[in-house]
């Protein structure tokens, strides 16, 4: 990843980024010219753009790694006002890169996005969401240019106007809505501004602002204090520790066609993309840097699926595994080998391809059946069958069950980690600590996911939920295409996957353990047809089947069924954990809520302070002056 580039820019491809970048945005712009009555032409209108975007991607992805400045661009044509060019020194930020990590998440930025938007045509006429298409092209054309920019200004400039169209796209309907959008434009907002600190400090201590320029070691309290700001920008983006809280909110309160865009996939994509170049390019991490990823990594996995384990809202669960599957990456990019940071970008892509799913899933579920708690539906599986099996392709992916896509990424971090072990430190001395975590982390998924499959599609059915119906095909069919490549992308990963999409990225690597997807996908395919046969071949007539009953009574007769919910409320009773149940639900560990009080509590004490009397605030005026002037001296 720190290859050299070429500096003088291929025509065509100079060409496509203007394109890919400008297009979607000035797309955008006029869009908001047209009436929302119009909403179906402008989702038309807005699919062609992401179309012709995606077609531009392809592009950028063949053609050669190389730095593009546009400053002649802009030079030539500057405005002019008295024979003075007023953007004459513009062009000097105008640098973009592309190299193998920006190319891939482009791609991936693209897929997802014309996925999305096929989704949310159907989705958007009865979940409404005042400018969505436009909302939506500006943050893909922001994206693009976030992930190309090389100059750490423009990148920033992309950066932060994402955080705004994260804030537009949830609907203010109600007060908890409001509540979460303000929530996600406050925390957003104040760790660009911690980053802004990050990216002055690199300035001043390497007099460039170029990404592919800097490469820094986090050996004193400068460089690790710029590093530990632009971390807490890219954790806040991608949803992690301790910066998580605004993602399950926002989960829960926003359309499925604003979750599944952008906490599923672009601000997952962006977040961990930046972590990569924080990681590899930006800066030389040290032994206690990683220790700390790694920290920060295992404690997002383990935190955050505990918490999903007791929420009845299916949404606000799909919110949580949105936080634990960050800290997979975040333990990849904390090992600093090349295994664990191709498992890292795998698990991100992996990531957003199932995430995006299940969160279209859950619009789907929600659309039709117009609930949200999973103690109210059940036996959806055959009312709703594609969506039913692509959400359980989804979830055996997220919980890391082979022959699919997250079972491949998990399993690179694990054999990351078991290398890791071989080296020297307390953060490789603790290999086993990391991977047991990792594990039960996959564990814990796997058991919240139960919940999730059976109490929706599973169980008995509600005799109100006899009259639904699968979604339209515009909206099964981006799921379907989904559950597809998370099967691809999990029985062809060291074949095909890994060596045509991460390691040109991030260099030739090898595995320590002996590991082939495709005959482990061929083992997993062996053994469901050698348990059919042999099912068939003792004759299904052997079997007694009874219908299920409790306390002497049938459930037919007893006219009720247990809710999958209940079965996991013994976790918040045993005695440390309902404790610490208790206080997430008292939001002791939301950051945003301790920083709320905490600036509360501080201006109340202010403002009992101005008493009105002339005299306390001479005090207060002298007290001040003597601070300034023990600081200036």
Not at 136 to 157: E, K
Not at 478 to 500: K, N, Q, Y
């Amino acid at each position: 990843m720190n290859e050299p580039l070429v500096t003088l820019a291929e025509p065509s491809a100079c060409w496509m980024l203007q394109m890919l970048i400008m297009i979607p945005l000035a797309a955008g712009l006029l869009l908001f010219l047209v009436p929302e009555r119009f909403r179906m032409a402008k989702g038309i209108l807005a699919m062609a753009v992401t179309l012709y975007a995606g077609y531009l991607s392809l592009g950028l992805y063949t053609s050669a790694r190389q730095m593009i400045m546009q400053g002649e661009t802009v030079r030539q044509g500057c405005l002019t006002f008295f024979d003075f060019d007023l953007l004459q020194n513009a062009g000097e930020y105008l640098t973009f890169t592309i190299d193998g990590l920006s190319k891939l998440i482009v791609l991936f930025v693209s897929i997802l996005a014309i996925l999305i938007l096929l989704y949310t045509i159907v989705y958007n006429k009865t979940a409404k969401v005042p400018g969505y298409y436009q909302w939506f092209l500006i943050t893909l054309g922001c994206t693009y240019g976030a992930v190309l920019s090389d100059n750490l200004i423009l990148f920033i400039m992309f950066w932060g106007i994402l955080g705004i169209t994260l804030y537009k796209l949830i609907p203010g309907r109600d007060e908890e809505s409001s509540a979460a959008a303000k929530k996600t434009m406050i925390l957003i907002g104040a760790s660009d501004t911690i980053m802004l600190l990050g990216i002055a400090l690199l300035w001043r201590l390497t007099d460039t602002l170029s990404i592919n320029g800097i490469s820094l070691e986090t050996n004193n309290i400068l460089t690790v204090t710029a590093f530990l700001a632009l971390l807490v920008g890219s954790f806040t983006k991608a949803g992690a520790f301790p910066f998580h809280s605004w993602v399950p909110d926002y989960a829960t309160n926003a359309p499925a066609s604003s979750s599944a865009l952008l906490p599923a996939s672009l601000d997952k994509l962006l977040g961990i993309y930046f972590l990569a170049r924080i990681t590899s390019d930006l800066f030389i991490m040290t032994q206690g840097i990683k220790l700390t990823m790694l920290i920060i990594g295992v404690i997002t996995i383990i935190t955050a699926v505990l918490m999903a384990l007791m929420q009845h809202d299916y949404k606000r669960l799909l919110g949580y595994h949105a936080v634990s599957q960050v800290g997979y990456m975040i333990v990849g990019f904390g090992l600093g080998s090349l295994v664990g940071i191709a498992a890292g970008l795998f698990h991100m892509i992996n990531n957003a391809l199932y995430k995006s799913g299940l969160f279209m899933a859950a619009g789907a579920v929600e659309q039709r059946t117009g609930k949200s708690d999973i103690s109210d539906l059940g036996g959806l599986s055959g009312a709703m069958p594609v969506t039913f099996v692509a959400s359980l392709i989804f979830a055996m992916s997220i919980s890391g069950i082979p022959p699919f896509n997250g079972f491949a990424s998990k399993w690179m971090i694990y054999q990351g980690i078991i290398d890791f072990g071989a080296g020297e430190g307390i953060a490789a001395s603790l290999w086993m600590v990391w991977l047991g975590l990792a594990v039960l982390g996959s564990a814990l998924t796997l058991a919240s996911f139960i919940k999730f499959i059976g109490g929706i599609f599973l169980g008995r059915r509600e005799p109100w939920l006899d009259k639904i119906r699968e979604v339209p095909f515009l909206m099964w069919a981006p799921m379907a295409i989904l559950a597809l490549l998370c099967v691809l992308f999990g029985v062809f990963a060291t074949e095909v996957v890994i060596p045509r999409l991460f390691t040109p990225v991030v260099g030739a690597f090898t595995f320590s353990g002996l590991w082939s997807s495709s005959f482990v996908s061929l083992l997993v395919l062996i053994s469901i047809i050698l348990g059919m046969l042999i099912y068939l071949a003792l004759g299904k007539k052997k079997y007694r089947t009874e219908e299920s009953f409790v306390g002497g009574e049938t459930m037919e007769k007893l006219g009720a069924s247990y809710p999958a919910p209940e079965f996991y409320k013994t976790f918040t009773e045993f005695g440390l954990f309902s404790k610490i149940y208790k206080r997430a639900e008292e939001k002791a560990f939301d950051i945003y809520d301790l920083s709320k009080g905490a600036v509360l509590w501080l201006s109340g004490r202010l403002s009992s302070a101005h008493t009105g009397v002339l005299p306390g605030y001479v005090i207060w005026v002298c007290a001040g002056l003597i601070i300034m002037l023990l600081i200036i001296i």
